[in-house]
């Protein structure tokens, strides 16, 4: 079974929806849930997005974990290593986080044989694109706003670590926020 994200596609064998109001996917989408019922188990999965305000508490958290990190391993380091070290991090202060997600990218409504990757998905919400170079390029800057508006989220950061203070590194991106 195969659930995507933006459209609610379903892919299974055998599976039948629960309630019969569910059956359209604009229904689906206007409950904000859908149930499946597959060998007489029954799963529900919200669909609510943070709001913005709660899309900003979680960046300070996300800055603060960014920080710590730094300060405690500094500058000069792959991108790997600190995004390990910033796993962990926001993983101790209880925050969801999902490392290198690939996502399939479409063109004219129609999925095409390439995905991007995404360095890591906070909460499901927030990307996070981590560098680790010398100075941040605007194709950098053009790789998390692509991103935000092919993934449909409002919130990203770039993040490089190679500076010598973090805030020097650190750029927010929106996409319809």
Known sequence: MRIQDLGFVFHSSGFQR???????????????????????????????????????????IILDA??????????????????????????????????EVHVQLHYQNE??????????LVENEIILELKSV?????????????????SNRKLGFLINFNVPLLKQGFKRFVNNF
């Open 18 to 60: 629960g309630d019969a109001e569910l059956r359209s996917s604009r229904r689906i989408q206007e409950l904000g849930y859908f149930n499946i019922v597959c060998s007489c188990i029954i799963f529900k999965m919200e669909t609510t997005r943070l709001t913005n305000q709660e899309l900003n508490d979680l960046a300070g």
């Open 66 to 99: 960014a920080i710590t990190v730094h300060r405690a391993i500094g500058p000069g380091l792959l991108e790997s290593v600190y995004q390990e070290c910033l796993v962990m991090e926001l993983r101790k202060r209880a925050i969801k986080v999902e490392r």
């Open 111 to 120: 999925p095409i044989d390439k995905e991007y990757k995404i360095d890591l």
């Open 134 to 150: 010398e100075f941040i390029l605007k194709v950098h800057e053009a790789q998390i706003v692509s991103y935000l508006r092919l």
